[in-house]
């Protein structure tokens, strides 16, 4: 059996936000940049009433990760992926990485390339981007 075959990928809606916004506030990266629960809630609720795209990754019933990104980003020339994260009890099963191809995939219809950033002490998330082909 493939690691994928149980990772259901589908867009974010306001009910997945409270456990959502629940891991980022929890989550030690986004700790360190001083996210609360309810900025976490806020900006997913903003993001998501503005159009932004949103989606969230479903292992056994249970929210596994999510992504959210832009078409246009970049000055209006590549995608953004704005945030991803996946819950630390199912990192290292590609849940990330199905992540990532959704939103390829959606952004490859309106842009040629995407664009990311990552922290100089994220070497974890480097060494993820790097692995998908990401320089
Ligand atoms: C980075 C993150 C999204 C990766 O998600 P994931 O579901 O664990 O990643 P995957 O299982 O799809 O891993 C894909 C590949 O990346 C590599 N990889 C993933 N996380 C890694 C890590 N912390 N260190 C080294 N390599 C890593 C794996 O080796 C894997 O390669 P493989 O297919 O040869 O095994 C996840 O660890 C996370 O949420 N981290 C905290 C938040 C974060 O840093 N977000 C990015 C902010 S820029």
Redesign the pocket.
């Known amino acids: 059996m493939n690691?994928t075959d149980a990772i259901n990928v589908r867009p974010m809606t306001m009910a997945d936000i409270p456990a959502l916004a629940r891991f980022l506030a929890q989550?030690p990266?986004?700790r360190r940049y001083n996210v609360s629960e309810k900025k976490a809630r806020l900006a997913l609720e903003a993001a998501s009433c503005d159009g932004e795209e949103l989606y969230i990754a479903v292992v056994d019933g249970q929210p596994a990760?999510l992504i959210w990104f832009l078409h246009q980003g970049t000055f209006g020339r590549s995608g953004y992926?704005r945030?991803?994260?996946?819950?630390?009890q199912?990192?290292?099963?590609?849940?990330?990485?199905?992540?990532?191809a959704t939103a390829e995939v959606i952004i490859g219809r309106k842009a040629g390339s995407v664009f990311?950033?990552?922290?100089d002490f994220?070497?974890?998330?480097q060494?993820?981007?790097r692995?998908?082909g990401y320089r």
């Open positions: 690691r989550d990266l986004w990760g992926i945030l991803i994260g996946v819950l630390p199912f990192r290292g099963r590609g849940v990330g990485t199905r992540l990532m990311l950033l990552t922290s994220n070497e974890g998330a060494a993820f981007y692995r998908l």
